[in-house]
């Protein structure tokens, strides 16, 4: 079965330093990864998808196979950052089904 | 769009009592999805529907929680009786069909308190 892990449930850092979201994962088929991001009293919403191989709001995440890692990165983190994070895999063959791992909460201070 | 619509978005009952959390998903897609949000175990997967349909409920946790889609445009997660336990926050998505990477489109939420 499809697996998503977060290892850090919380992360603290200070604006201006750089931020990385950790993110692994355990499926036998081809990876569909997400970063869904949730800001405070909004609702969950996409943030970036790894066959978009984009950067929004300054964020990248790069596919590791080897390492069946889907890490989020910034260089520098902004205030307006902070929020809960969570990584998804598409389960294909399974209609459009997200699992999501337990979340990472970002915690920018100024 | 207005987007994926759950009502309400606060729920507080007592133990025993029955709930029901709605959710109108965005017109045209085919996929609706009820998760359960908490601090301990993240978002987890309840059941979801494809073409009102379900697919999957294996993440239904017990026999209380039923949900349904009567159509296309509505669908409802009833937990009967409700428990201390089952307080979370419940999220309704959407999504339209077709393989490969789609954007999951999710509503506001709806926070159960069970007292």
């Known amino acids: 079965a499809q697996r998503v892990t977060q290892p850090e449930k919380l992360l603290s850092v200070f604006k201006g330093a750089p931020v990385e979201l950790k993110c692994n994962y355990s499926?036998?088929?081809?990876?569909?990864l997400f970063w869904y991001v949730q800001y405070s009293r909004q609702r969950l919403q996409l943030l970036l998808r790894?066959?978009s191989r984009e950067s929004i709001k300054g964020f990248t995440a790069d596919l590791n196979k080897g390492e069946t890692s889907f890490h989020l990165k910034k260089p520098f983190a902004q205030e307006e950052d902070s929020a809960m994070y969570y990584c998804?895999?598409?389960?294909?063959?399974?209609?459009?089904?997200?699992?999501f791992g337990g979340g990472t909460r970002l915690m920018v201070k100024p | 769009d207005a987007g994926v619509i759950q009502s309400p978005r606060h729920e507080v009952t007592e133990m025993g009592q029955e709930v029901t959390l709605r959710c109108k998903p965005i017109s045209g897609h085919d996929y609706l999805f009820w998760y359960r949000q908490t601090m301990m175990r993240g978002l987890e997967l309840l059941i979801y529907?494809?073409?009102?349909?379900?697919?999957?409920d294996s993440g239904m946790p017990e026999d209380r929680f039923s949900a349904k889609m009567p159509n296309a445009s509505f669908s409802t997660l009833k937990i009967q009786p409700s428990e201390p336990r089952d307080s979370a926050v419940y999220f309704c998505?959407?999504?339209?069909?077709?393989?490969?990477?789609?954007?999951?489109?999710f509503g506001q939420g709806t926070r159960l308190t069970v007292v």
């Open positions: 790894h066959i």
């Open positions: 529907f494809n073409n009102n349909v379900p697919i999957d």
């Open positions: 998804a895999l598409l389960v294909l063959n399974a209609g459009n089904m997200l699992t």
């Open positions: 499926y036998s088929g081809s990876p569909e």
């Open positions: 998505a959407s999504s339209p069909a077709g393989a490969g990477s789609t954007e999951a489109f």
